[in-house]
């Protein structure tokens, strides 16, 4: 089995596969769903949590997450709009799409989209930098795409108990940069290229007194 990262490549296998003990080899990773190959070991699914910079703690035996499903494709989407990250698994062998709600105590957040105007349309490549408290956070925006799933074009940050963002800094693949201030926390917004304002997209932005 292979997964090379363009899906145009064909890989040959290293030696010849011996179909008596069940070895069978697909050059390409990408088109196994088009075949009537499972490739699942039954390894159950691993859940990290980030517990410090540089910690992960493996979760999965606490969450229904540790199917031994053949899960390849992971999405994070926000699927209830309460700005919490949920995970959408694909199976590569078949079986149904599943869902995992996150459950774990609501967090102050802040998603941000972009909207290019010299730049590309959906601003990949912007470097995006949220001042909060004592800490600055950097994202950069390209949207990763795994097996079979693509995320979304957007940006999360995840600000704890603080209510907003003091600063918050796009600099566009032009070179356009803008600065906007005050940005308040549970929301998701959208930036358009060398605009002064920024639009909700979800959320309740407070109004200023």
Do not use: C
Request: aromatic share 6%.
């Amino acid at each position: 089995m292979s997964q090379p990262t363009a899906r145009l490549i064909d890989v040959a296998p290293p030696g010849d596969p011996d179909a008596s003990r069940g070895e069978f080899w697909i050059s390409n990773a990408w088109r196994v769903p088009s075949t009537d190959r499972n490739l699942s070991a039954y390894e159950p699914n691993q859940v990290f949590l980030n517990i410090s910079r540089t910690r992960f703690a493996e979760i999965g035996h606490l969450t229904t997450a540790n199917s031994d499903g053949d899960g390849r494709g992971v999405m994070v989407a926000d699927i209830n709009g309460d700005l919490q990250p949920d995970l959408l698994v694909r199976h590569s062998g078949g079986g149904p799409l599943r869902v995992y709600a996150n459950r774990f105590p609501p967090a102050s957040r802040l998603v941000v989209s972009l909207d290019g105007t010299k730049s590309n349309r959906l601003g990949i490549g912007a470097t995006i930098i949220a001042e909060v408290g004592d800490r600055q956070i950097t994202r950069q925006m390209f949207p990763t795409n795994n097996y079979v799933t693509s995320q979304a074009s957007e940006v999360r940050f995840g600000l704890g108990q603080a209510s907003q963002v003091a600063r918050l800094v796009v600099r566009w693949p032009s070179g356009t940069v803008q600065d906007f201030r005050s940005v308040p926390a549970g929301v998701h917004i959208r930036i358009t290229e060398d605009e002064s304002e920024f639009q909700v997209l979800l959320g309740q932005q407070p109004e200023i007194s």
